[in-house]
């Protein structure tokens, strides 16, 4: 059965973000490169970080389930994903629900760790254009406040 994925207005989407929290997922893509863990971070090329480091991620859309959202997230990047042990779609490491890490809305951020488990990273998509590769030790500065994200995921794997 295909899922219907609803639009609307943009003036009924702007009072939805404007009044409501939007559930979302965040991917930190790890790989262990000679012994030592690396994270993979886009450049966005829209909204208000253009120009900046983070992780692939969004919203989860209706009538979709957690796992749905983080396959449709990765697949933006042309990868399948596995969400790495002990954690899974209803075990994130991470909750963030700060309502500053957005300056756009109020995101509730589940955080995933990933590893990649097939395809190739696209070097650009519908909102990001370009990647690279970070020891999880020496992050850039990134951006809707996703760095501590990332450490809460780094501390709760154990990775450091």
Avoid at 32 to 41: F, P
Avoid at 137 to 157: S, V
Wanted: with cysteine; aromatic share 10%; hydrophobic share 35%.
């Amino acid at each position: 059965m295909q899922k219907k994925h609803y639009r609307m207005s943009d003036n009924d989407y702007r009072l939805v973000v404007k009044q409501t929290p939007i559930p979302t997922v965040n991917l930190v893509i790890l790989r262990m490169i000679k012994k030592s863990w690396e994270i993979l971070l886009l450049v966005r090329k829209t909204g208000y970080a253009k120009g900046c480091w983070c992780m692939i991620g969004g919203r989860v859309w209706i009538d979709e389930t957690l796992k749905e959202a983080i396959d449709r997230h990765a697949s933006d990047l042309g990868i399948k994903v596995k969400i790495i042990p002990p954690f899974n779609p209803n075990f994130p490491t991470f909750i963030d629900d700060r309502i500053n890490q957005d300056e756009t809305k109020h995101p509730i951020s589940m955080i995933y760790p990933v590893k990649i488990v097939s395809g190739k990273v696209r070097n650009e998509g519908m909102e990001y254009k370009g990647y690279k590769w970070f020891p999880v030790d020496k992050l850039p500065k990134i951006a809707y406040g996703q760095k501590l994200q990332i450490n809460k995921t780094i501390e709760r794997l154990k990775l450091r």
